[in-house]
């Protein structure tokens, strides 16, 4: 049937339904494009969530690279640390040991040089024409049980002057000894 005419019912309903779709159509796109951009902004946004994702895994395994070499050091540091403390504490063992020998030292150079004042003062009583004090002669051998520690007894300025009074009374005797001798070889060589 056709040609059809203008405002036959048929074309009427037919540019109804040209227009019905027509718009729809056009909502479609619309639609459609908004879709799209939707689509597209979200592909933007997961692949900015991707690389910083990947960014942070790298930042992460740097972290944990750099944490295995601290955690390392520690480790290091602290076999270091007992180390250090064994040899410290041999050190002080040592230490003791040490300052138990010199205490030893220390008793028995004081012994020494006390015999060697008592032996001097009675020397020097003799050089003098005097009778030597008894109790000089026999305390002549100390023992170091009867002696007090060098530290209880004397600050070191007070023994280093007792040791030079003790040398000027030797400088003493031994002028006395060697005028002696030099009185004997005298007379030894008049009467020869």
């Known amino acids: 049937e056709w040609p059809l005419r203008p405002g036959d019912k048929k074309v009427e309903q037919l540019k109804k339904d040209i227009t019905t779709l027509t718009t729809q159509k056009d ?55 007992t180390e250090l403390e064994a040899q410290l504490e041999q050190l002080q063992i040592e230490d003791k040991k040490g300052k138990t020998s010199s205490i030893i030292l220390f008793e028995e150079l004081d012994l020494a040089v006390k015999q060697i004042k008592n032996c001097v003062l009675v020397l020097d009583s003799f050089v003098q024409g005097q009778d030597p004090d008894i109790s000089l002669l026999l305390n002549t051998r100390c023992s170091p049980s009867k002696t007090p520690p060098v530290s209880e007894e004397m600050s070191y300025a007070d023994r280093v002057k007792e040791i030079k009074d003790i040398r000027a009374s030797i400088e003493g005797v031994h002028q006395y000894i060697a005028e002696l001798y030099g009185d004997r070889a005298g007379s030894r060589c008049a009467t020869q």
Do not use: C
């Not at 479609?28 to 946004?45: D, I, P, R, S, W």
């Not at 944990?64 to 390392?72: F, I, L, M, P, W």
């Open 27 to 81: 909502t479609a796109k619309t639609m459609t494009e908004g879709y799209y951009e939707k689509f597209v902004n979200e592909q933007l946004k997961n692949k900015n969530l991707t690389e910083s994702l990947d960014k942070s895994t790298s930042e992460v395994k740097v972290l944990q690279s750099d944490a295995e070499t601290k955690g390392n050091l520690i480790v290091t540091l602290e076999t270091r640390v």
